[in-house]
């Protein structure tokens, strides 16, 4: 990767590495893809959003993983504490 201009961290768990990516990969371009997307996802509903709907958005989480290892690598990885996520079963077919 050395000597690419940009490198894009498509991945969920890359922007938890991007220190390490900007210290190795010095000068290139690291695009979080996620930060994208929210900003155009902003700009493109924004004007959809009635004027009385609350300005306070609530998040919640799931995986289709172990919720525990879950709230452990986002206090791990981001120094975040998460509330416990809902365990999601994907369905085939």
Do not use: I, K, N
């Not at 004027?51 to 525990?68: H, I």
């Not at 452990?72 to 999601?88: D, K, M, S, V």
């Amino acid at each position: 990767l050395r000597g690419a201009d940009a490198l894009v961290l498509a991945c969920t768990h890359y922007p938890a590495a991007a220190d390490a990516f900007a210290a190795a990969l010095p000068g290139t371009l690291l695009v979080d893809p996620a930060a994208e997307l929210a900003r155009e996802l902003v700009e493109r509903f924004a004007p959809l959003v009635p004027p009385q709907a609350t300005t306070r958005a609530s998040r919640s989480f799931a995986t289709t993983g172990d919720p525990d290892a879950m709230v452990a690598g986002a206090r791990a990885a981001w120094g975040r504490t998460l509330p416990r996520p809902e365990r999601a079963v994907l369905r085939q077919g």
